[in-house]
């Protein structure tokens, strides 16, 4: 059985469920969860037989009504986009299960707009994914932006500032990368992905396509909050409702990175990027100035969400970093798409145990976490996993992401990138260890052994609870399976498709 219509239902799914939400959820609001939960469930289970399908067929071709490019848009599912749509419609599940007791605590009055905009966020970040065509995923670009600018503004206190930030960013970003498409279409008359890959060769000298890519790379380099180019992104996490920290520093956050790739290496190739523009050495050291500059901010923070936010920067900065090495190394990407995984688990996890403190306790500020370990034992052994796994503890996913970029950093012959890693876990350790700490060891002036052990325990909701645990034992679970190797037949799939280098 092949999957082909499922690369078009998988888009109309939770686009017609927003729908639905705003339709039926003004007469009962009590149906806004379980139809955004059937959406979701419905586009994870799609995703499932997309991947089995390329798996066993191929590269999934679908022509929106009938139209061959590059007339009309195309739809293409392969190995790495297949990859991507299984992990962005499960972290989106989980955060839906995650969301009802969180919205109804933080946004009662706002729940049918909050569902219809979280499914149109979702509709947006599937439409990236699964698009053939440049312009076409400048249309989803712009339906995840507009519905991630809304969710972040129904927040309070900073939240409509940071939104606002977020909306002058990312409409500068949404112009660069525009421009560069126009130049593309101005040059090769065509705006399909396979359709320019063939065309722009003999065009590769030529100063509008480098004026091209310059303007995409750096557009998409904004959507991703690529150092230094992610100025709105720690107070879009920081003041965000809950679940909206939780989906952006996850979906939205790994779906920009997956355009950025997606483009450099199926529309430019490999051979661009090394003979025309010679980026990725510059890719390398600004990841690297990422890495460390991330962390030591995080170490600065004393609000956990926004803690959290800087170490986004720096793990952007690891994914970017396995990028700038792929042609330098047998590896290839390898790296990279581990990490675009392994983040997403951890970070997902760690936000999810944050806003749950804020959802139980009402505190932010990591100095207030005394006793919290105690109190919330299952929610803070959530964080820790995550923790762990993220500063690099074996057999964590963290672990995997920093021993396979440090195969491929001696396998480039950059060794001081070795030292960058190095250092930057030790920045992870200070400021996770700091939080630990306070939750665990630290006792509050004048607590005694017997006033410490009459603490009672206030977990939140299963509903909130479950969903990070899942991704807490995945954080060690998908990191066996790495180390194992069971993933590298996907893994091999996508470099070769690029025409990189594969595990041996």
Request: hydrophobic residues 55%.
């Amino acid at each position: 059985m092949t999957y082909e219509h499922f690369a078009i239902f998988i888009v109309i799914v939770p686009l017609i469920f927003s729908f639905l939400v705003v339709l039926l959820g003004w007469f009962r609001k009590g149906l806004c969860y379980p139809l955004t939960m059937v959406a979701l469930l419905v586009s994870f289970i799609i995703s499932l037989g997309i991947l089995d399908s390329v798996m066993t067929n191929g590269t999934i071709h679908y022509h929106v009504g009938g139209w061959a490019p590059p007339w009309g848009i195309e739809l293409v599912v392969d190995y790495f986009n297949a990859f991507m749509l299984v992990m962005l419609t499960f972290i989106a599940l989980l955060t839906g299960i995650y969301a009802k007791k969180s919205v109804q605590q933080e946004l009662p009055e706002k729940i049918v707009p909050f569902y219809a905009l979280f499914l149109l966020l979702v509709t947006g970040v599937i439409g990236i994914t699964v698009t053939g065509d440049l312009f076409n995923l400048f249309v989803f670009l712009e339906i995840l932006a507009l519905s991630s600018y809304a969710l972040i503004a129904i927040g309070s206190d900073g939240a409509p500032m940071a939104a606002f930030k977020y909306v002058i960013m990312g409409t500068v970003g949404a112009c660069f990368y525009l421009l560069g498409v126009g130049y593309l279409y101005v040059v090769t008359g065509s705006l399909n992905m396979a359709d320019l890959r063939m065309l722009l060769p003999p065009l590769y000298a030529n100063g509008a396509v480098q004026t091209a890519f310059i303007f995409i790379f750096i557009g998409l380099s904004l959507k991703a909050a690529f150092f230094p180019l992610h100025a709105w992104q720690p107070d879009a996490y920081t003041y965000a409702p809950s679940t909206v920290s939780v989906i952006i520093s996850t979906v939205v956050a790994k779906t920009a990175v997956y355009a950025l790739i997606r483009v450099i290496f199926s529309v430019f190739t490999v051979d661009f990027i090394t003979l025309y523009v010679s980026i990725l050495d510059i890719i390398c050291w600004i990841s690297a100035i990422a890495m460390i500059y991330g962390s030591i901010y995080a170490i600065r923070q004393f609000n956990l969400k926004r803690m959290l936010a800087y170490s986004s920067i720096a793990n952007v900065g690891y994914i970017m970093l396995g990028v700038g090495l792929c042609t330098s190394t047998s590896l290839g990407l390898t790296p990279a798409l581990m990490h675009i995984l392994n983040d997403t688990l951890m970070k997902g996890c760690m936000f999810m145990a944050a806003c749950a403190f804020i959802y139980k306790t009402g505190l932010w500020d990591i100095r207030d976490f005394t006793g919290l370990g105690r109190k919330m034992p299952y929610t803070s052994f959530a964080f820790i996993l995550a923790s762990l796994a993220m500063i690099g503890m074996p057999p964590g996913v963290g672990f995997v992401t920093k021993l396979y970029l440090i195969i491929a950093v001696l396998d480039a012959g950059q060794y001081a990138f070795v030292a960058v890693i190095f250092f930057s876990t030790l920045l992870m350790i200070t400021y996770f260890w700091r939080v630990i700490e306070i939750m665990y060891i630290k006792v509050e002036e004048g607590e005694g052994s017997e006033k410490g052990s009459a603490i009672s325990i206030d977990e939140a909701s299963m509903g909130m609870l479950i969903p990070g645990l899942i991704l807490a034992f995945l954080c060690f679970g998908i990191g066996i399976l790495w180390l194992t190797d069971i993933p590298s037949p996907i893994l091999n799939a996508i470099n070769s498709g690029f025409g990189l280098g594969v595990i041996p």
